[in-house]
């Protein structure tokens, strides 16, 4: 694939990943065949190593990025140190010209603003784990917190509960309602 790959766009992680593999496809791209690929890092901490195998100092593909809004200060030093852009202190506005966005917390954050929290129990309970969301939210510490705070939670909770929601909460959202940061990725490659 190296051969035919043009871009990269660097995530941190498999859920990432599969967001926005899900999001390309409901928009009808086919990132294999426009060669692009979309590149988990492992932690915005690996994403200056991968910047400097895929940016200009590697192999000098067309590049773009995702981040959780607690990682843009390693996603700034990753940007700067790798030659993609001149410069340092670079603004959001900045690194959004250079195809790298910021979620405003996560990634499961963005998806249950986008889908709201009534639709969100939805995609829960058509996976049949309603029932697990309700204990969460009965546990000393969630109580009486925002259903958004929950919910991200219990996204989090469990070995693979991110990886499993973010391609079905991509799915449930209208395609004109898509968090913007995902769309705006995707649309910089």
Same mark, same amino acid.
């Given at each position: /694939? $190296?051969?035919?790959?043009?871009?990269?766009?660097?995530? %941190?992680?498999?859920?990432?990943?599969?967001?926005?593999?899900?999001?390309?496809?409901?928009?009808?791209?086919?990132?294999?065949?426009?060669?692009?690929?979309?590149?988990?890092?492992?932690?915005?901490?690996? $994403?200056?190593?991968? /910047?400097?195998? @895929?940016?200009?100092?590697? +192999?000098?593909?067309? /590049?773009?990025?995702?981040?959780?809004?607690?990682?843009?200060? %390693?996603?700034?030093?990753?940007? %700067?140190?790798?030659?993609?852009? +001149?410069?340092? =202190?670079?603004?959001?506005?900045?690194?959004?010209?250079?195809?790298? @966005?910021?979620?405003?917390?996560? +990634?499961?954050?963005? +998806?249950?603003?986008?889908?709201?929290?009534?639709?969100?129990?939805?995609?829960?309970?058509?996976?049949?784990?309603?029932?697990?969301?309700?204990?969460?939210?009965?546990?000393?510490?969630?109580?009486?917190?925002?259903?958004? =705070?929950?919910?991200?939670?219990?996204?989090?909770?469990?070995?693979?509960?991110? $990886?499993? @929601?973010?391609?079905?909460?991509? %799915?449930?959202? =209208?395609?004109?309602? /898509?968090?913007?940061?995902?769309?705006?990725?995707?649309?910089?490659?």
């Amino acid at each position: /694939m $190296i051969g035919s790959l043009r871009a990269v766009v660097l995530v %941190e992680g498999a859920s990432d990943a599969l967001a926005l593999e899900t999001l390309a496809e409901r928009r009808g791209r086919d990132l294999a065949t426009e060669g692009v690929a979309i590149v988990p890092t492992g932690g915005a901490q690996a $994403i200056a190593n991968s /910047m400097q195998v @895929y940016g200009p100092q590697g +192999l000098g593909l067309r /590049m773009a990025g995702l981040c959780d809004a607690g990682e843009e200060a %390693e996603l700034r030093r990753g940007v %700067e140190r790798s030659g993609v852009a +001149l410069g340092s =202190d670079l603004s959001r506005a900045a690194l959004e010209e250079l195809g790298f @966005y910021v979620c405003v917390e996560d +990634l499961e954050d963005e +998806l249950i603003r986008s889908l709201g929290a009534s639709a969100v129990e939805e995609v829960i309970a058509s996976q049949g784990e309603l029932r697990s969301f309700r204990t969460l939210q009965k546990q000393p510490a969630w109580l009486g917190r925002a259903i958004e =705070d929950q919910l991200r939670r219990f996204m989090g909770s469990g070995s693979t509960r991110k $990886i499993r @929601y973010a391609p079905l909460l991509v %799915e449930a959202l =209208d395609l004109d309602r /898509m968090p913007r940061p995902l769309d705006r990725v995707l649309h910089h490659v």
